[in-house]
């Protein structure tokens, strides 16, 4: 493997070719027309624009995508996290072509992008799953599924994530209005308006796993992160490892990982994740994304990896370097996702210009970001900014450390969600752990800019 097309944008293209850089592969950016002067860009050994800024006539262009690999001569195509990652269609177009494809096969991205297809392989693996049903037919058969295990209850997308086509259930007054409202969101969404049912957990904690698999049958995970903090179901800050939960559920979160990972031979970065029971301390198997994540750099702060670095270097066909046993975790990690939002306003995206840009300095602080004073946030992707992560030899110097660069973090001429994070970590609940899946969206009552 010589050549890497970057299929994406942002930070985590940023991070591609810099991870290519360091092994000493060439790196061709994809970009649309509105990011030809970006950061990746500029770092690139070369750009190639693919069309007009919106993300369909570019970034989920798989045509175009494909000829800019093809045409630059690109043997490997990383396509970071969002747009095409987890989709199988452009995975096994990849492959059609001689590419590599930066992730597993595209099987695999197409069993596991499918919700009840993965329930049923965690199923068979023995891996705990939410008590819950099978695809739905119609209202009646929902009926029949909430009089089995109670309310309350959500209805779930089959084909799809990030928050749509969920409902929460909490009586059966509310069960039709909530079927027709997630069918029609999920078929609006994902073209497949299929649901299912799960019981409602009211007092749990989101914990995801790191694996990393090989062409050679190994498998390993990386530790495990805390995303409880969420907003309508998208993460808001996440952390590593999930100090909250006890050990002995961590081992068995970490277990149940690999045993999913290993029985669908899992190649190269994905994250299993899991929903803990903190009533009846038992997790439940969620979903399975099969890319890198946007919070893995915690993951790398608390093991010393590059978990870039390896995706290339498992997809050119190196066994994994290290066994379970040699890695090994390091003190504690905290990121937050720093978008152009106004959180006054409801999180209204901010784009425009970036007129100044002073990011925090300090011991165990990093940023991922692709911006710098001068750049032009665009209005037609997502609106993350940067990645703050900071690492402290504990949970409360990693929270200590944390607070102090977002004091001193300073952004003009958009709106940020800095100063959410300032408050949020100084709330209480956050400063002792004491938060579910939950609890955001009712403290946010609270924010004060």
């Given at each position: 493997?010589?050549?890497?097309?970057?299929?994406?944008?942002?930070?985590?293209?940023?991070?591609?070719?810099?991870?290519?850089?360091?092994?000493?592969?060439?790196?061709?950016?994809?970009?649309?027309?509105?990011?030809?002067?970006?950061?990746?860009?500029?770092?690139?050994?070369?750009?190639?624009?693919?069309?007009?800024?919106?993300?369909?006539?570019?970034?989920?262009?798989?045509?175009?995508?494909?000829?800019?690999?093809?045409?630059?001569?690109?043997?490997?195509?990383?396509?970071?996290?969002?747009?095409?990652?987890?989709?199988?269609?452009?995975?096994?177009?990849?492959?059609?072509?001689?590419?590599?494809?930066?992730?597993?096969?595209?099987?695999?991205?197409?069993?596991?992008?499918?919700?009840?297809?993965?329930?049923?392989?965690?199923?068979?693996?023995?891996?705990?799953?939410?008590?819950?049903?099978?695809?739905?037919?119609?209202?009646?058969?929902?009926?029949?599924v909430a009089d089995g295990i109670g309310y309350p209850l959500l209805f779930k997308a089959a084909a799809g994530g990030g928050g749509r086509g969920i409902r929460i259930v909490r009586d059966a007054g509310e069960l039709a209005d909530a079927f027709d409202s997630a069918s029609g969101e999920a078929r609006a969404a994902f073209g497949d308006a299929t649901l299912y049912a799960e019981r409602y957990v009211t007092t749990g904690r989101h914990i995801e796993v790191q694996v990393f698999g090989d062409r050679h049958g190994r498998v390993l995970h990386f530790g495990e992160r805390d995303c409880s903090l969420q907003r309508r179901y998208q993460k808001v800050l996440e952390e590593a490892p999930a100090s909250a939960v006890p050990e002995h559920a961590r081992e068995a979160i970490r277990r149940s990982a690999v045993l999913l990972a290993g029985a669908i031979g899992y190649e190269n970065a994905g994250t299993v994740e899991f929903l803990y029971d903190e009533e009846r301390d038992e997790h439940y198997f969620l979903e399975m994304n099969t890319r890198i994540q946007v919070e893995h750099p915690v993951t790398e702060m608390v093991t010393g990896l590059d978990l870039v670095r390896l995706q290339l270097q498992v997809a050119a066909g190196d066994p994994l370097p290290l066994t379970q046993e040699q890695v090994t975790f390091t003190g504690h990690a905290i990121e937050c996702r720093i978008n152009a939002e106004s959180p006054e306003q409801g999180f209204r995206p901010s784009p425009g210009q970036i007129t100044r840009w002073a990011p925090p300095e300090g011991p165990g602080v990093r940023l991922d970001t692709h911006c710098f004073e001068g750049y032009v946030v665009p209005p037609f992707y997502d609106s993350l900014l940067g990645k703050l992560i900071v690492h402290g030899r504990d949970r409360a110097e990693a929270l200590r450390r944390t607070k102090a660069a977002l004091r001193t973090f300073e952004v003009d001429g958009v709106a940020t969600t800095i100063p959410f994070h300032r408050w949020l970590l100084e709330q209480p609940d956050v400063e002792s752990g004491r938060f579910g899946t939950r609890w955001l969206e009712p403290a946010m009552s609270g924010f004060r800019p």
């Open positions: 493997m010589n050549r890497v097309l970057v299929a994406n944008r942002g930070e985590i293209a940023v991070r591609v070719v810099r991870a290519c850089r360091a092994l000493g592969l060439e790196s061709v950016v994809a970009v649309s027309a509105a990011d030809r002067d970006s950061m990746a860009a500029r770092l690139a050994d070369r750009a190639v624009c693919v069309g007009p800024a919106r993300p369909g006539l570019s970034y989920l262009n798989q045509d175009a995508l494909l000829a800019a690999a093809l045409g630059t001569g690109a043997d490997a195509v990383h396509p970071g996290y969002g747009f095409l990652a987890e989709n199988a269609a452009f995975a096994a177009a990849c492959e059609r072509e001689g590419l590599r494809f930066v992730g597993p096969a595209s099987e695999v991205v197409h069993t596991m992008g499918n919700k009840l297809a993965a329930r049923e392989v965690a199923r068979k693996a023995g891996v705990p799953l939410v008590p819950g049903s099978d695809r739905l037919s119609d209202v009646g058969e929902a009926r029949a």
